[in-house]
């Protein structure tokens, strides 16, 4: 069963510790602009978006990848393959959910591998925001459930949560 | 050679104002071995450059802006950073902390610190990335409030993730106590360093970066923090944890008024009758709406109100701290929350701290009160206790300067000498600093901690909570058992002179690392042993793991601020009390009939200090000790070393 990474946004205080833990295991270094999960705060809506790889079935970055650098591994993990990414960012711009993004020292694309099956930072989330859920239908309806807020602070729905 | 130490950015940012120009030089590595960073280093470069001939609002003052190795590191927590400065409200020395996410990013864009001189001919902002700074043109930001120009610069940028430190239409003003304003609602906000800035017409710093930061020892580190933080999980603290996360500080507001020490119509009493209006449970079910934290915080203190309708309808948006529910509630004796939320609000948008704006309207209030202000003084306001839409009007005035908010701009200390006559006796100040949300008349050391903190009445230097809210096992652990039974009463004098000599120097650290003064302050979990801990693996200075070392470290920190003051003519008559406080027994609540014992705790404190009891100037040998040769030699230049051994 494929997995992602759902963020429960009710929990989530924007505090950014994910972003750290993530740059310590992938970089060794604390450097948030490189985390592969990315929490981005609303100031003026009092709001936190976080944005993380969701494991799409049908991956807009892949088909936008001109090198075939992004692929499903055994796992159904998406992968990048640095050996083949050039960096164009054409997967960036590709991705409406801001999970994969370009790193700014090694200029090639990153996104979330679910750390091969231990997150770090499902660990490192003191508020216990983050969750690894199977992308089958319960936790898609799990996932939804815990941005509903976010729909509400944009406008994009009435219901008060 | 190369700064050689890990944990920080490497680089700080020499800015000229006056010339335009801009030096980004290495981190000297002394800074950090000898004062770690921020406010320890701070004191070192204001020391160094500025002194009595300063004018605090002249190009000659210097802003220091700065953070620690611990900022930005995933120590919680750490989401801090400071400024620095000699400050306009008091003339001696003025430091304001902040939280949320300036600090770290300063850091990941490269720069430890931030050095400001001169004054810009024209309105400027300094914007940092990525191992460069650049002025940019701030015309069109001047006159902004603080939300509308974090916004513009964000889109100026094309990045809505910009962190900004901007000052808002006070500190253009020039008002005394003008803040420093950090995403929108979180402030940097005692002592004026917002005037400072604005009178170098600076509008503020913003930055972004992705140079990260590289650890000397990151799993040894990474060990040590889960240590400390494992320490955060222990049941003892689990009810004031979740309480902060619950409440925020609000809860300090029904906790404090129990003991009968919430400042409560301009200090005169210590107890609200009322204080469940403005209190925790309240805001919690009435107009909290989410927690926030800032930056790679366990704890999130954070939170974010909204008044759905009314006169005051507002936000979503920072809510108010303990500290301003205090200041424009009880001590106004204004039990509407919703204009508090208003005024709070209002005080981040104009850049304009709250304790002293709300302490500065008690103290008119007061005055009206008592007939030594009238209607010809306030330009037709009725100034009568509680009177929200007086209060709401007075936070523009002062915010503009109009009227009697010219005057009030200036705080309680210089508003008494402009009228004279018997003013003086209701403005409740130390060194010129409006008191906060603390009375020592029902808890002594509290009247130690106002005395002596080098930026004046304030609890943040030094305030002891282990009798406070009685933590018998710290007590032993960190003063002996013996001593026990007497720290943890509140109202003896007992001991205090040793605890808060101990609490000043472990914030000090805590203020130089950077972090915040939860889980240090309270709950008192993280001590000496924290640092000597982390700092090390963090950063490679292997003496840091040597506890004597840290604790030296701590003390030159506290004499090199203190140091800084006497230069500028504070000794111990001015490490006092304000009449109030210190003569006028506790008339009502819990905590009636208390006065503090001043002279005694100090006696204490300059002896444990190693500082002569009659002037409070430090002793030749103690700064040696410390490595503070440089000072002694300026301080008996000044005949301020204390006499004889």
Redesign the interface.
Known sequence: MKKALVINNNLCTGCRNCELACSIRHTNTFNPARARIQILKDDFRATVIPMVCLQCDSPLCADACPTGAISENSVGVLTVNHDLCIGCSNCVTACIYGGISIDPILRKAIKCDLCGGEPACIEACTYQAISLQSTDSQGLRGRSDSVRVLRTAYGLSEVDV | MTFPYKGYAGHYLDVDLTKGKIHKREMEKEWARLYLGGAGVAAKILWDSTGPDTEPLSPDNVVVVGTGPLT???F?PS?RMMFAAKGPLTGVWAESHVGG?FG?EMK?AGFDFVVIHGRSPKPVYLFLR?GHAELLDASDLWGRET?VT??MIREEHKD??VETAVIGTAGENLVSYASVIV???RAAGRCGIGAVLGSKNVKGIACR???????HD?DKY?EANAEEMAKLSDPLWTASLASLRKYGTTDLIAIINEIGRLPTKNHWTGFYEQADDIGPEIIAEKYR??????????I?C?Y?YKVKEGTFAG????GPEYETLMAFGSNCLNNDVESIFHMGTRCDLIGMDTISCGKTIGFAMELWEKGILTEKDTDGLDLSWGNVDSMVKLVEMIGKREGIGDMLSKGVRKAAEIIGGDAWKYAVHVKGLEASGQDPRAHQSIGLTYATNVRGADHLRSISCIEELGYPEIASARFGAEKADEVLDIMSPKHKGEIIKDMEDLYALVDSAVICKYSTMWPPIYYYDTFVNVISPLTGMTEWSDMKYVKQAAERISHLRRAYNHRLGITRKQENLPQRLLKEPMPTGPAKGGLPDLDEMLDEYYDFRGCDRETGFPKREKLQELGLDYVADDLAKRKMLARGK
């Open positions: 930005g590191s995933m919680s989401g996410f770290p990941y990525d939300d974090t916004q809505p993730a995403d929108v609602y970066g992705s140079l990260g930061l590289e650890v990151m990474l709406t989410t927690q926030e934290a800032c930056h790679g915080c366990a999130g954070k974010i936000g979503p948006a920072g």
